[in-house]
């Protein structure tokens, strides 16, 4: 599974990113995670708000922070 997190690297995007890995290891899943910053990558994903977070390529939602149990539901799907 490759998770993405979208975001120009604000504070909001670091939240993110740690909700996130604590969602992956709290499910036991094995997944690539990563910080996307590059503008024009986000923009290609026609991402208008962030952070955002995508899931094999799928985005699964934008402009806002879950906590871990929330993203969980998005990983198990």
Not at 8 to 25: D, F, H, I, S, T
Request: net charge negative.
């Amino acid at each position: 599974m490759k998770i993405e997190i979208l975001g120009m690297g604000c504070p909001n995007c670091q939240v993110l990113y740690e909700n996130v890995r604590k969602a992956v290891e709290e499910l036991g899943i094995n997944a690539e995670i990563t910080k996307v910053e590059d503008l024009d990558k986000i923009i290609n994903y026609g991402i208008m708000s962030t952070p955002a977070l995508t899931v094999d390529g799928e985005i699964k939602f934008a402009g806002r922070i879950l906590a871990p149990d929330k993203i969980k539901e998005f990983l198990i799907k």
